[in-house]
């Protein structure tokens, strides 16, 4: 009996840390989605049309703004033609689906650490 009660206390401890890591990514594309949507913000407030572009690996180019439209990537390699407010509402609706998994993944990990910790009691008494 202890050594089944040990084996899903193993398994439940695997699963807890499989969501812990799974929270903490979600966390960090919250964060990484939180910071874009500002920097849409403020780029449709931006007098100047000259920027600095990341072109990727840490180079940097100027640049001048032509058009108050964003070109996004919908899915699936598409690219639309957008409105700054078009596009924070598709950083909003990603954030609300990327919350909705955190609570979902937070739900999860609850229900996992009150077995857990049922189980340890089972086996030390």
Known sequence: MNT????????????????????????????????????????????????ISSIGKGVHVPAQITSKSLFVEVGAGIVLKKTHDETIKIIESQLSRIKQARINILSELDSNHIEFRYIIEKIQS
């Not at 799974?22 to 966390?27: A, E, G, S």
């Open 4 to 51: 089944e009660l040990l084996l899903k206390a193993q398994q439940l401890e695997s699963k807890i840390k499989e969501l812990q890591e799974h929270l903490n990514f979600v966390d960090s594309q919250i964060l990484e989605l939180d910071s874009f949507s500002e920097n849409i913000k403020a780029l449709s407030s931006f007098k100047n049309n000259e920027i």
